[in-house]
């Protein structure tokens, strides 16, 4: 069962998956990471745990706290140069969000011919997505 972090500004969204479907999802504000713990009383144990932070240090020391008594190590998700199919065209590649990376490499996955992906959350991004990757 792999349970899926995605820390942004406003929210924590999660979800625990087990290969066919979401079998429990939820959010809770991000200033109140505390509100996890309680939220995931009763979670069977991922066998991994994969984050998308961009809400900074702070927030990501919390959710490491909150996951402490699972055995599974936190995977976190930094975009790099290239990946999955992916070519990340920023000079530093760990400044592109790892919401908006793992959303180019879900849309490879999905649409090789290329295309154009849009992320509406606290900020609205939009990115180009070509043919070969880039």
Not at 18 to 27: E, I, P, Q
Not at 80 to 95: A, L, R, T
Request: hydrophobic letters at 45%.
């Amino acid at each position: 069962m792999i349970l899926a972090i995605d820390a942004g500004n406003t929210r924590i969204k999660w979800g625990l998956h087990d290969g066919n479907s979401w079998l429990s999802k939820g959010w809770v504000v991000s200033t109140d990471v505390a509100g996890l713990g309680d939220a995931w009383k009763g979670l069977a144990a991922p066998d991994r745990i994969v984050v998308s932070n961009v809400a900074g240090s702070r927030l990501a020391m919390q959710i490491e706290e909150t996951c402490k008594g699972w055995p599974a190590k936190i995977q976190w998700i930094v975009a790099v140069e290239s990946q999955c199919g992916v070519s990340n065209g920023y000079d530093i590649p760990s400044q592109l969000g790892s919401d908006r990376w793992a959303a180019l490499i879900a849309a490879r996955a999905i649409a090789p011919e290329g295309c154009v992906v849009i992320n509406a959350g606290t900020a609205m991004t939009v990115d180009a997505l070509t043919a070969d990757g880039v």
